[in-house]
T-cell receptor, first 114, second 117 residues
Framework: KAGVTQTPRYLIKTRGQQVTLSCSPISGHRSVSWYQQTPGQGLQFLFEYFSETQRNKGNFPGRFSGRQFSNSRSEMNVSTLELGDSALYLCASSWGTGIVYEQYFGPGTRLTVT | AQTVTQSQPEMSVQEAETVTLSCTYDTSESDYYLFWYKQPPSRQMILVIRQEAYKQQNATENRFSVNFQKAAKSFSLKISDSQLGDAAMYFC??????????????FGKGTKLSVIP
């Protein structure tokens, strides 16, 4: 079974631009969660989508948004990029949403904002 | 708020020796899961071991085992017979209810493990 895939793997943007990252979950998984990883803050939860609905959201500004499609693929959008948005963005998929469902992580998208 | 603390930013171990990584967490929930994830330099996060809070028995996966002390809110990872491939960042994480029917995974800052040949 194919793992979680994320595209693109690397991205360079300038301040003020917007960016869209994509995540394709493992086949059959309906939940996708997004995380931001930085050296200073570590891994922080952004949001979770399940069956095309946002189920949970972390403490990030409204510039960070996402959506999920009927095939469970998810996109994350960051508008008006800031230098501090430079990070590794990880997505994770699981079969369901709840405490018993293990999350499987993708390789991440490395975003650099200049 | 849920917090997970890893007090050892870096550790090293000789190949074939045993090393223990520490983790403490804070929660008011009674139902939660704890995890250790491994992130090698290639960056793919891999689940190493999981522990259900309601289980008293410590989880074990081959060379990896945990020491789960629920009252002390401590969850350490022991790696036996360390191998070069064990070198990675190790993250402790807590998965628990975060309100409104949803759950959230909270990570510690990580411990970078080096394995010395």
């Amino acid at each position: 079974k194919a793992g979680v895939t994320q595209t693109p793997r690397y991205l360079i943007k300038t301040r003020g631009q917007q960016v869209t990252l994509s995540c394709s979950p493992i086949s059959g998984h309906r939940s996708v969660s997004w995380y931001q990883q930085t050296p200073g803050q570590g891994l922080q939860f952004l949001f979770e989508y399940f069956s095309e609905t946002q189920r949970n959201k972390g403490n990030f500004p409204g510039r960070f948004s996402g959506r999920q499609f009927s095939n469970s693929r998810s996109e994350m959008n960051v508008s008006t990029l800031e230098l501090g948005d430079s990070a590794l963005y990880l997505c994770a998929s699981s079969w369901g949403t709840g405490i018993v469902y293990e999350q499987y992580f993708g390789p991440g998208t490395r975003l650099t904002v200049t | 708020a849920q917090t997970v603390t890893q007090s050892q930013p870096e550790m090293s171990v000789q190949e074939a020796e045993t090393v223990t990584l520490s983790c403490t967490y804070d929660t008011s929930e009674s139902d939660y899961y704890l995890f250790w994830y491994k992130q090698p330099p290639s960056r793919q996060m891999i689940l190493v071991i999981r522990q259900e809070a309601y289980k008293q028995q410590n989880a074990t996966e081959n060379r990896f085992s945990v020491n789960f002390q629920k009252a002390a809110k401590s969850f350490s990872l022991k790696i036996s017979d360390s191998q070069l491939g064990d070198a990675a960042m190790y993250f402790c994480a807590s998965f628990q209810y975060s309100g409104a029917g949803s759950y959230q995974l909270t990570f510690g800052k990580g411990t970078k493990l080096s394995v010395i040949p």
